[in-house]
Nanobody
Framework: QVRLVESGGDLVEAGGSLKLSCVYSGSFRSINVLAWYRQPPGEQRELVASAGDDGSTNYSDSVKGRFTISRDNTKNAVYLQMNSLKPEDTAVYYC????????????????WGQGTQVTVSS
């Protein structure tokens, strides 16, 4: 019930910056969690950062201090500002949303975007 569209992936040199955007739409009551995951080549998908509807944020140790997640509920969007990029940040980045689609009974949906490629050259 939630559609997610990412943008902003690109090829960048090590030490550079990128900002990913994800716009969400659809039928839902509220969004509990918005998050960014990534999947490096040949590896499993991993959590990069998440933002709760209470303003809380969480980061993986590998990006803490370099990446910043932010959400703009007025624009139905979530962003990932990535600074001091490293070659090991190369991956397909996915936007994720956990939404409340019904109150009674309470129904939760999980949705994924199609992904955007980030490549960091050394």
């Amino acid at each position: 019930q939630v559609r997610l569209v990412e943008s902003g992936g690109d090829l960048v040199e090590a030490g550079g910056s990128l900002k990913l955007s994800c716009v969400y739409s659809g039928s839902f009551r509220s969004i509990n969690v918005l998050a960014w995951y990534r999947q490096p080549p040949g590896e499993q998908r991993e959590l990069v950062a998440s933002a709760g509807d209470d303003g809380s944020t969480n980061y993986s140790d590998s990006v803490k201090g370099r990446f910043t997640i932010s959400r703009d509920n007025t624009k139905n969007a979530v962003y990932l500002q990535m600074n001091s990029l490293k070659p090991e940040d190369t991956a397909v980045y996915y936007c994720y949303a956990e939404a409340v689609v019904a109150i009674l009974p309470r129904l939760i949906s999980e949705s994924w975007g199609q992904g955007t490629q980030v490549t960091v050259s050394s």
